[in-house]
């Protein structure tokens, strides 16, 4: 297959860009995001998806900023058949399928697709065609050529065909199947005979196990009946020691019940002193209370009085202040009133430079705004030729250009000198003495000398191709001149250059407009102008002088406005002192007089605390004067040492009968009897449930069963060590085989190793060798007599390694069936020194397989002899 060419129409960021590709070797260089990765992805899509595909791949090459479907169309031969392939996806999905040789075909939408598929299924491996481009990123991976059919085919017959024995090794590998699996692991009866045999060895150790489980059981039985005995006689020990410890208990009982008793009168007795002193105290407090609230009494009267003198000089001192502050407040109100006359007049000034200035920004707005509405009308009187239109009719009629230089540097040339006084007719066409004509002699030319001689020239048939070459040309710039609608290259141009002005003239006529209107619309800014024309005519009209409201100033009334407002900025400034001194005094005489009522508060409290003091002690000596509290308390004191004692006699007898000892030996008698009888229970659950399973283990009959396990496994030892010698056996046989028939892919691969170290002694020297596995994959690279696996090279001999590989098969698969070698953005890794010699392999490689390069960095393709350089311009901001 080679493809001629590939035209991309909002394809990612390409608007509509055509690239036309050598047979050999085409560089395509350019920034990022000009569309050189485009152009490989869009081969894949074109094969992958149908023109009604919403897939995300399909999605993903649509343009971000256009509703607009992305279009591919290539040129292309393959096989026998030249064709034209065009899709365009998303929106108005589109498929067209033209053939123009070996017979004309012509197919649309899905047929077009199925026929464009089955054209590359006859003609091309599509195996081939994926391994043989390196998407970007990917330089370091080798292509899978194990699974290309034309290769194989190709190196068929280049090596030495091998016996084939496919039918004897599917033989041997199904019975080998019978014992392992692919991965070499047992299956089928040898593995369950393997499986099987640990199992039966478990089973008879379980069953030895079990037999010597019952005979332990029997003695545990027999061991755990004498310590049920033992536990008997404990149980009756401990029954008896606990009786005796009760009865020492309640003795202690009585006891403890004697020394609560005398406890608890004493805390009645301790109880009442507390309240006779309490009584006591009570009353001397009320004494005290007494005496402190009259000395309170005459201390507050006194500041009462104080205080009262202070808000009087406070009210005077408030009184002054308000006077002032009403003086302030007129100052001022006739200061702000001139002001504001002062201001009014500034404002109408200024309103009527505004009206100026605005009405001019109108005018202009709406000359901008006329210019635009021509522009239009003019651009959409013009026609629109379609993108991309005056680039084909120009590469066309440069085409034709040089078709018919061709066709004329073919042609036989008259040459025709005058050289005396009797007249030279040239086609007719009559020459001046001593001049000299040439031309072409496409047709029959007639040079006459009138009564002299006539000379026909009439041309050969040599020239037939460069003739038809022009015609070819003409025909193709005439198709494209009636599909563009106009009648010549200039024509176009024209049109072109009239609808540039036209959207020039227009823009310039925006910028304009938006420069007067600087956001605003010409609507509001009319408005505004009427707004304030009607505003100066209320104040008098724009020529008015306002009428300055100081004469001293008149003549210049934004000074007179300032120090206007000058003056009314002093008297605010006095009014606001004059209010502060206000607030100070008003401040001052509510302290005052808060202190006053404060005072007088303090004062007649304390007079209600002092009468209501004297009321509860009169009171309380009512009820019982001051001897009798004394005598109380002297009787309470002598009953309180009397419980005393008693109360410490019952508590040494409590003592002396040492409560803990007594308590912890009841406790541990109490536990010892239920622990003991608890310990019989579970001896004697435990007994009975060794009982049980001696009666169970004897009813199943443990020693027949192992006698019968034992058999069992001696039977599959056997079959299991014969399944072991067939397998050992077809193991064997397998490897043999695999062995052999590895050595005959080794020759196989051969002509393939050949071609992959010529093209690499180009790059790595005249010693290398390399090492291919049956896979065709390469898998070591020998330099100076040492070996280094592939996945241990640098990247950037992985890179080189993993090229060449790609290259070999290009040549080897080159003919019909061969497919083109794209490069996208490869070669990162390589140094300069190999980059050059890369370029005299790929230009090797080009003269019999199309490359297809697509590079950012043009410097690492420099030395491709006979490379076509393609230079797509960078991106449109």
Known sequence: MRIHSVRLVDFRGVADATVRLSPGVTVIEGPNETGKSSIAEALRLVRDFKATSGHKDIRAVQPVDRDVGPEVTLSLTTGPFDLVYRKRWLRKPETELRVSAP????????????????????????DLLLALEVQQGASLAQPDLARIAALHRTLDEAGDPSADHDELMDLIEQEYRRFFTPTGRPTGEYRAGAEELPGLEREVADLAEQGRRLDGLVERHRALSGQLDALDARLTQATADLRAREAAARDLDRRRGAADRSGRALE????????????????????????????ELQELAAAAAEEEDGLRAAEDAF????????????????????????????????????????????????????RLVDATAALESAPDLPAGVLEDLTSLSTDLTVAERTRDLAAAQVSVEALGDRPVLLDG???????????????????????????????????GSAEQGADRARAALSEALVRAGVESVEQAAALIDRRRLAEAARQEARRDLDRELSGDDLDMLEARLAGLTARLRAAGGPAAEPEHP????????????????????????????????????????DAASARDVRAGARRDTARAELDRAEAALAAARAQEDDAFLEEALTRAAHERDACREAALADQGALEQADPDTVETLLDNARRLVDSTRENRSDTHTEAAQAKALVDSLAAEGIETRLAEAQARLAESRLTQARLERDARAARLLRDTMVRHRDLAQRRYVAPFTQRIERLGRVVF??????????????????????????DSLSAGAREQLALLGRLACAQLVS??????VILDDT???????????????????????????????????????????????????
Do not use: N, W
């Open 550 to 589: 100081l004469d001293a100033d008149a003549a210049d009334p934004e000074a007179a406005a300032h120090r206007a407002q000058d003056d009314e900025e002093e008297a605010a400034e006095a009014l606001a002192q004059a209010l502060d001194v206000l607030e100070q005094a008003r401040a001052a005489r």
């Open 319 to 370: 009184a002054s202040a308000e006077r002032a502050a009403s003086g302030a407040r007129g100052a001022h109100e006739e200061a702000r009133d001139r002001a504001q006359r002062a201001a009014a007049a500034l404002t109408r000034l200024r309103d009527a430079h505004d009206r100026r200035e605005l009405a001019g920004r109108v005018e202009r707005a709406r000359a901008a705004h006329g």
């Open 815 to 820: 003919g019909d069936e061969g497919a083109p």
């Open 103 to 126: 017979r004309p075909e012509q197919h649309a939408g899905d047929t077009a697709h199925d026929r464009f598929l089955d054209i590359l299924g006859q003609t091309l491996d599509l």
């Open 429 to 463: 066409e009559a020459l001046a003495a001593g001049s000299r004509r040439s031309m072409p002699a496409h047709a029959p030319v007639t040079v006459e000398v009138p009564g002299l001689a006539r000379i026909t020239v009439t041309p050969g048939t040599t020239g």
């Open 765 to 790: 020297g005249p010693d290398l060798r390399i090492g291919i596995t049956p896979d065709l994959v390469i898998e070591s690279r020998t330099l100076g007599g040492r070996t280094v696996p592939f």
């Open 268 to 295: 009645e007795a301790t109880r009442t002193l507390e309240r006779a002193e309490e009584a006591l105290v009570r009353r001397r407090e009320l004494l005290t209370a007494v005496e402190d609230r009259r000395g």
């Open 827 to 877: 070669l990162g890794y390589s140094d300069p020194e190999r980059l050059a010699s890369l370029g005299a392999v790929l230009g090797a490689v080009g003269s019999s397989a199309q490359v297809i390069v697509l590079t950012c960095q043009p410097d690492r393709f420099a030395s491709v002899g006979g490379a076509k350089v393609v230079r797509l311009p960078p991106p449109t901001p």
